[in-house]
């Protein structure tokens, strides 16, 4: 019988306490927090030091590779809470005829994972922490993919959930929603009307809010996307990451996952350059990068073909514009027809069918090689966040009739 070792064994958990993003300012592990005082998301932290002691490299790469190979770097106390639908490591798959210099250009592929997207990891991580901390009843906004994570996991822990997403979300992602037990709605808005109902609906429902980054822990889970990388790169960093940023949870928890390992000495030398990509229909993080401004403003009329970027404000938006900052990245704007130029692009010319977002990285990444700001010489690594299945796709609509004579020279 095959039993996975990470699911099947208890490890120490070397979490501290957790401390708001902005203020800095402690609150108690292992009790039940949404936002600090400040409305601001809350970061876990732990005992590196005594993290460094307990687990090796060595340790490690004898461990199945999925994302609870990383149990040390993460909150969960007990291995009963732990819950998992196989998340295994996505592969890395270099688009070598695209690259444009001597720097390899590789996907990271989050399709891969349960439910078909990275916000399998945020969920995964953050539905096990309500386990452990006796939530019953979860209430989500979405523009999809997350809804759908939490749908599946949640059904596997017991917790009842209501998920509300905006009325043009792909109707794939809303059946799927519902197919895996949660309660779903479409809203007549976007993302944040959304979040408003979860919101106010609060008191009168009991329900825990599973809104991005008002609660600690997918952050932590999303961080498995850094800890994931440097282990499959020999415990090393690309010279710059371009990474789909609608609530930023992802990467806010990956310049995590890098600080803590540099701060255990896994990682030397310098750490990614962080690069935020936003469809130019929705790009509040990148005007705010470009105003030098700690926090973004509502972007009104939000619109862009990559629905899960198009997100007009985020919670996060400080922490992921100081990732941004501190790792000597940027953000950028790509347009929506850049987008699809770029999906059809990587799946004509390497086979390879990106979602919008995932997309959205590789026009920007052909972008700033074009403007300089990154050289064709770096290796850049592009984080397609969803399976590209899930999406419209081109038609294709030529068809033949088997009854007459084919004339094979017009095929």
Request: net charge negative.
């Given at each position: 019988?095959?039993?996975?070792?990470n699911?099947?064994?208890?490890?120490?958990?070397?979490?501290?306490?957790?401390e708001?993003?902005?203020e800095?300012?402690h609150?108690?592990?292992?009790?039940?927090?949404?936002?600090?005082?400040?409305?601001?998301?809350?970061l876990?932290?732990?005992d590196?030091?005594?993290?460094a002691?307990?687990?090796?490299k060595?340790?490690?790469?004898?461990?199945?590779?999925?994302?609870?190979?990383?149990?040390?770097?993460?909150?969960?106390r007990?291995?009963?809470n732990?819950?998992s639908?196989?998340?295994?490591?996505?592969?890395?798959v270099?688009l070598?005829?695209?690259?444009?210099?001597?720097?390899e250009l590789?996907?990271?592929?989050?399709?891969?994972?349960p439910?078909?997207?990275?916000?399998?990891?945020?969920l995964?991580l953050?539905?096990?922490?309500?386990?452990?901390l006796?939530i019953?009843?979860?209430?989500?906004?979405t523009?999809?993919?997350?809804?759908?994570?939490?749908?599946?996991?949640?059904?596997?822990?017991?917790?009842?959930?209501?998920v509300?997403?905006?009325?043009?979300t792909?109707?794939?992602n809303?059946r799927?929603?519902a197919?895996?037990?949660?309660?779903?709605?479409?809203v007549?808005g976007?993302?944040?009307?959304?979040?408003r109902?979860?919101g106010?609906g609060?008191?009168?429902?009991?329900w825990f809010?599973f809104?991005?980054l008002k609660?600690?822990?997918?952050?932590?889970g999303?961080?498995?996307?850094?800890?994931?990388?440097?282990?499959?790169?020999?415990?090393?960093?690309?010279?710059?990451i371009?990474y789909?940023?609608g609530g930023?949870t992802?990467l806010?928890?990956?310049?995590?996952?890098?600080?803590?390992?540099?701060?255990?000495?896994w990682?030397t030398g310098?750490l990614?350059?962080?690069?935020?990509?936003?469809a130019?229909?929705?790009?509040?993080?990148?005007?705010?990068?470009e105003e030098?401004?700690?926090?973004?403003e509502?972007?009104?009329?939000?619109h862009?073909?990559?629905?899960?970027?198009r997100?007009?404000?985020?919670?996060g938006?400080?922490?992921?514009?100081?990732?941004?900052?501190?790792?000597?990245?940027?953000?950028?704007?790509?347009?929506?027809?850049?987008i699809?130029a770029?999906?059809?692009?990587?799946?004509q010319?390497?086979?390879?069918?990106?979602?919008?977002?995932?997309?959205a990285?590789?026009?920007?990444w052909?972008?700033e090689?074009?403007s300089?700001?990154?050289?064709?010489?770096?290796?850049?690594v592009l984080f397609?966040?969803?399976?590209?299945?899930?999406?419209?796709?081109?038609?294709?609509?030529?068809?033949?009739?088997?009854t007459?004579?084919?004339?094979?020279?017009?095929l």
């Amino acid at each position: 019988m095959h039993t996975n070792e990470n699911i099947t064994t208890e490890r120490p958990t070397f979490v501290t306490h957790l401390e708001c993003g902005m203020e800095g300012d402690h609150y108690e592990a292992d009790r039940l927090h949404g936002l600090s005082k400040a409305g601001k998301p809350l970061l876990v932290r732990y005992d590196l030091e005594g993290i460094a002691a307990a687990v090796s490299k060595d340790d490690l790469a004898k461990r199945p590779p999925d994302l609870w190979r990383y149990r040390e770097f993460l909150p969960v106390r007990k291995l009963e809470n732990v819950l998992s639908l196989g998340e295994s490591h996505t592969p890395l798959v270099s688009l070598s005829k695209l690259q444009a210099g001597a720097g390899e250009l590789i996907v990271k592929d989050e399709g891969r994972l349960p439910t078909g997207s990275f916000k399998a990891r945020g969920l995964c991580l953050a539905v096990s922490m309500a386990k452990e901390l006796g939530i019953k009843k979860i209430a989500m906004p979405t523009n999809g993919n997350a809804g759908a994570a939490l749908a599946a996991y949640a059904t596997r822990a017991d917790i009842e959930t209501y998920v509300f997403c905006p009325d043009d979300t792909p109707e794939i992602n809303v059946r799927e929603i519902a197919a895996q037990g949660a309660k779903v709605w479409r809203v007549n808005g976007l993302i944040n009307d959304c979040g408003r109902i979860v919101g106010d609906g609060k008191e009168a429902m009991g329900w825990f809010d599973f809104s991005t980054l008002k609660e600690p822990y997918r952050i932590e889970g999303k961080k498995t996307m850094g800890l994931e990388l440097a282990d499959q790169l020999g415990w090393n960093v690309p010279d710059v990451i371009f990474y789909p940023t609608g609530g930023g949870t992802g990467l806010i928890g990956m310049w995590k996952a890098f600080n803590e390992l540099k701060q255990i000495g896994w990682l030397t030398g310098k750490l990614p350059r962080m690069v935020a990509v936003q469809a130019s229909g929705c790009a509040p993080i990148v005007k705010a990068f470009e105003e030098g401004t700690e926090h973004a403003e509502l972007w009104e009329n939000a619109h862009t073909v990559a629905a899960g970027i198009r997100v007009p404000v985020a919670v996060g938006d400080f922490l992921i514009l100081r990732a941004v900052r501190e790792s000597g990245g940027f953000a950028t704007t790509v347009d929506d027809d850049a987008i699809l130029a770029g999906r059809d692009e990587v799946a004509q010319k390497e086979g390879f069918l990106m979602c919008p977002e995932g997309a959205a990285t590789y026009a920007a990444w052909k972008q700033e090689v074009a403007s300089g700001r990154v050289s064709p010489d770096e290796t850049a690594v592009l984080f397609n966040c969803a399976t590209g299945l899930k999406y419209p796709m081109p038609p294709a609509e030529q068809s033949l009739d088997c009854t007459k004579p084919i004339d094979y020279s017009t095929l």
